[in-house]
Nanobody, 126 residues
């Protein structure tokens, strides 16, 4: 069983920055692929970013490339999402997810992940 707790969401003006954190339980955090997804009202849950066990491989959704950075600290069982140059269209609930199935490829579909956090709201005002 893996528990994920996100934090760091809030209200920010367009052009600003936020850093989301996701703290994970469990002694084998370093073996999980981790991802971030987001869901705006009335829309599907979209892939934002993913990171490999060591942090050496990352993947990003097209809409956030060049603005968002995913990273992890395995010693702290935490994954981060640094969000810069935020836009109103980035407004959504952001979810942290863990893929504990020992996959090699970074998942970009929500079905690739088996544990989810409760989400944290990010609101970007224009």
């Amino acid at each position: 069983q893996v528990q994920l707790v996100e934090s760091g969401g809030g209200l920010v003006q367009a052009g600003g920055s936020l850093r989301l954190s996701c703290a994970a339980s469990g002694r084998t955090f370093g073996t999980y692929l981790m991802g971030w997804f987001r869901q705006a009202p009335g829309k599907e849950r979209d892939f934002v970013a993913a990171i490999s066990w060591s942090g050496g491989r990352t993947s990003y959704g097209d809409s956030v490339k060049g603005r968002f950075t995913i990273s992890r600290d395995n010693a702290k069982n935490t994954v981060y999402l640094q969000m810069n140059s935020l836009k109103p269209e980035d407004t959504a609930v952001y979810y942290c997810a863990a893929d504990t199935a020992s996959r090699i490829l970074l998942g970009v579909r929500w079905e690739d992940y088996d544990y989810w956090g409760q989400g944290t709201q990010v609101t970007v005002s224009s």
